[in-house]
């Protein structure tokens, strides 16, 4: 009897720790890779993921409304394919001319308790869209950010600027980390994200900053207390040699404009700049 009950623990031990299934692997590798809507990354109605390689951007549709899948501009759409071509429409159309046209990918369902996906194929890139309908709100739009485009752009102007070694140099979107909250005022100089890569935090402000008076950063320390931080401006960017929990932007004197920046702890679910 302790034989066979030694066997049958053993058993269970080895089907414990038994290596997860091939289908197993995928359905965690295809949850990992998947980027879920977040409060901040909405601009207005507009969802903005940051695109990476590989991964899936989730979007959500309702029968009797458009969703709105908005490439950057420039960006031509070479093909479009779909799991589910028979309960969901899908076109595209275009908008803007020249340098600044842009495509955008229009879906529909038919009805709610749909899933399917999109592969959207650019003459830049590959986009993986699942979509899945619901009867509740639907998302008006989406569209993506291209960290490694603006890494580059801000290398060149690093460059043309300073005649020096690039801010981003060796930069991978892997590296990076949006996790930060712009909360506060809206002056025309709001900055639209804020991110860093471990070691440097990157503020980007609108291009009305060249135009502007730049405000000055503060970093607010644990008793409240705000004091200057050293950075650097680069196109329409301050660069922060440093990794900050809490800062504010602040401009005016009788009647100062504020807008705070503040890093926000993983797992958390505020995720993507405001």
Known sequence: MKMLLALSAACLCTAATAAPSPLQRLAAANKQATQEPAAQGFINAVQIYPWSEGAIFQAYASPGVVTDLALQPGEALIAV??????????GDTTSGSGEGKRTHILVKPFSTGLTTNLVITTDRRTYHVRLRSTAQTAMVAL???????ELLALRKASAAAEQAA?????LSVEQLSFNYRIDGERPSWRPTRA???GRQTYIEFPESLGVGEAP??????P????????YRVRGRYYVVDRIFDVAELRLGTKKQQIVRISRVADGRK???PS
């Open 166 to 170: 690039p801010v981003a140099a060796g």
């Open 223 to 230: 008793n409240k207390q705000a004091e200057l931080v050293n």
């Open 143 to 149: 569209s993506w950010i291209y960290p490694q485009d």
């Open 81 to 90: 394919a779909s799991g589910d071509t028979a309960r969901w429409i899908i």
């Open 270 to 272: 505020a995720r993507r």
């Open 216 to 221: 000055p950063l503060f970093l607010i320390g």
């Open 195 to 197: 991110f860093d890569d």
